[in-house]
């Protein structure tokens, strides 16, 4: 561990050499991997620097005691000896978690999908009431937010909506937001005043560069065709619809927001890419699932993580049994106050794994 943390702080200091060099400056592509590099490192480094620095003073006061010979300074010692080994023990608990194994996806920009779910038009609203919840949140945290593809109904909702979220570190945030959405209020149409439950399906993919989906174009099949809102009314008079069908998965997916067939495309192939990668990953995971048995949820989109009760005004998280009456305050953003505690609980269940 020591010779780690070593490797650590030289790496830190190469970093830091390289990244005032001209050269590497002028050189945007190696500038921004390496400044990557830096951020990810610095905030190590510096937890080891403060580790070892207290752990010199510790040895220096233990001496002082040792010694008994300075009675002032073996008052001194005596007295903020306690709280320098406190303070180790915490820079020393802060460090494992800082050297946990990092999600190499944790820095991709997200692909969030919402589907309705049980509940028909109750739960499309619900789809459209998520869909915000998601963007508020992006705001309030300087994420941008750009809608790929969406399908309404009449009256405000979504059957389904596919957003992609950029920005730095946008799935280490959103990942844990896969899952069953369940909402429980009394809809506007209902008469007597019942409380009826719906559900939404999000699904939260890291976005994919085309080299990790490996989409090559003889696999693909494109379909154009003209676009339609709700109820069949044509929104538009050219074919500019697209439907991309990868022919070894059967994965299909449509886009006609823009009235550029051009356009669909792309946001159609980001979203297909997003998905196969997502496929990939999850085989992987599979393979190593009795190793990452405990951790916070599975990410299956089967697995019902929250419940949103309005009558309440509670939202209540069932992976970590976490019950919060701020339903407003989330649905309006405020997203951390969930994000937070479940990264802490999947911290946790990692330590606990690797036995630290």
Do not use: W
């Amino acid at each position: 561990m020591k010779d780690r943390l070593l490797e650590i702080l030289k790496r830190r200091d190469e970093l830091t050499t390289q990244l005032s060099d001209p050269i590497i400056i002028s050189n945007t592509e190696t500038y921004t991997k390496l400044s990557k590099e830096f951020a990810s490192v610095e905030p190590v480094a510096v937890v080891i620097e403060k580790l070892n620095a207290t752990q010199q003073q510790i040895d220096e006061y233990q001496e002082i005691i040792a010694d008994e010979e300075d009675e002032d300074l073996l008052e001194i010692a005596q007295e903020e000896l306690p709280e320098l080994n406190q303070a180790l023990i915490n820079f020393e608990e802060e460090l494992k978690v800082l050297l946990l194994p990092k999600d190499a996806d944790d820095e991709r920009n997200a692909i969030v999908e919402i589907r309705a779910g049980t509940g028909g038009d109750e739960a499309a609203l619900f789809a459209s009431d998520l869909m915000r919840m998601y963007s508020r949140y992006a705001e309030k945290v300087g994420f941008k937010t750009e809608i790929l593809s969406f399908s309404g109904i009449g009256i405000g909702g979504y059957k389904e909506v596919i957003a992609q979220f950029s920005g730095q570190g946008v799935f280490s945030k959103l990942k844990f937001e896969s899952g069953v959405h369940r909402v429980q209020r009394v809809p506007a149409t209902e008469t007597q005043g019942r409380i009826h439950t719906s559900a939404c399906t999000v699904a939260v993919l890291p976005e994919a560069d085309e080299v990790d989906s490996n989409v090559r174009n003889e696999d693909l099949r494109f379909d154009v065709y003209r676009a339609s809102g709700p109820g069949g009314q044509s929104v538009n008079t050219t074919d500019s619809a697209v439907r991309i069908t990868h022919l070894p998965t059967g994965l299909v997916v449509t886009c006609q927001d823009e009235k550029s067939q051009h356009k669909n495309k792309a946001k159609a192939l980001k979203v297909l890419q997003a998905r196969l990668y997502a496929q990939v990953k999850q085989e992987a995971d599979d393979e190593r699932a009795e190793a990452r048995r405990g951790m916070v949820g599975t990410g299956d989109r089967s697995e019902r993580i929250r419940t949103y009760n309005f009558p309440q005004s509670r939202v209540t998280d069932h992976r970590i049994n976490l019950t919060l009456y701020k339903l407003e305050q989330i649905l309006h953003g405020e997203l951390e106050q969930l994000i937070e505690p479940l990264n802490e609980s999947h911290q946790t269940q990692l330590l606990a794994a690797t036995g630290t």
